[in-house]
T-cell receptor, first 112, second 117 residues
Framework: AQSVAQPEDQVNVAEGNPLTVKCTYS??????LFWYVQYPNRGLQFLLK??????LVKGSYGFEAEFNKSQTSFHLKKPSALVSDSALYFC??????????FGRGTSLIVHP | DGGITQSPKYLFRKEGQNVTLSCEQN?????MYWYRQDPGQGLRLIYY???????QKGDIAEGYSVSREKKESFPLTVTSAQKNPTAFYLC????????????????FGSGTQLSVL
């Protein structure tokens, strides 16, 4: 069975500082990995994905994520956080099945 | 929200009542999914369908039912057997192709908040 762990329920960061939201996964075979963002009372919006190729993936709104196969991690990063980045972030994995599995989500709070 | 429409945005259910949440997509996607979102629990899969007239139970299917009579539509019924239905429900769809160049990702609707009266 595939699974995703987001070890932090909440991440706090000051505006202008770099941010990291952690994600580790477990899956059979090669993983397809995704990050989504959710604003209050809205659906999820796609940020970025890793399918194959470069381990550093760049996505929307200045976000990027680094795929690390040996550590089975796919951490989301941004060099300089904005207050408007405050939202709920979900990591997801797609393995041998066609069914994506989501983490529990991490609430990112960026302080002015 | 990516060509997927969920309605209504808010829904209230009385005790013993069945209610149906609508999900329609115009993306020509074969696969559709229903997720339930509770605070601190992330998204949990209720049902999914990879083709018309076929669907499979997810992790928390008890108390729910679905149909997939048309490619565009995947309604979810919350039955009276679901004793704790209050949650945010998200519908999603995805294209079937898993090739490297395919744009594999889920497209989500804007969600339905279901509450119990």
């Amino acid at each position: 069975a595939q699974s995703v762990a987001q070890p932090e329920d909440q991440v706090n960061v000051a505006e202008g500082n770099p941010l990291t939201v952690k994600c580790t996964y477990s899956v059979s075979g090669n993983p397809y990995l995704f990050w989504y963002v959710q604003y209050p009372n809205r659906g999820l919006q796609f940020l970025l994905k890793y399918i194959t190729g470069d381990n550093l993936v760049k996505g929307s709104y200045g976000f990027e994520a680094e795929f690390n196969k040996s550590q089975t991690s796919f951490h989301l990063k941004k060099p300089s956080a904005l207050v408007s980045d405050s939202a709920l972030y979900f990591c997801a994995v797609l393995g041998g099945s066609y069914i994506p599995t989501f983490g529990r989500g991490t609430s990112l709070i960026v302080h002015p | 929200d990516g060509g997927i429409t969920q309605s209504p945005k808010y829904l209230f259910r009385k005790e013993g009542q069945n209610v149906t949440l609508s999900c329609e997509q115009n993306l020509n996607h074969d696969a559709m999914y229903w997720y339930r979102q509770d605070p601190g629990q992330g998204l949990r899969l209720i049902y999914y369908s990879q083709i018309v007239n076929d669907f499979q139970k997810g992790d928390i299917a008890e108390g729910y039912s679905v149909s997939r009579e048309k490619k565009e539509s995947f309604p979810l019924t919350v039955t009276s057997a679901q004793k704790n239905p209050t949650a945010f429900y998200l519908c999603a769809s995805s294209p079937p192709d898993r090739g490297v160049d395919a744009n594999e990702k889920l497209f989500f609707g804007s969600g339905t908040q279901l509450s119990v009266l």
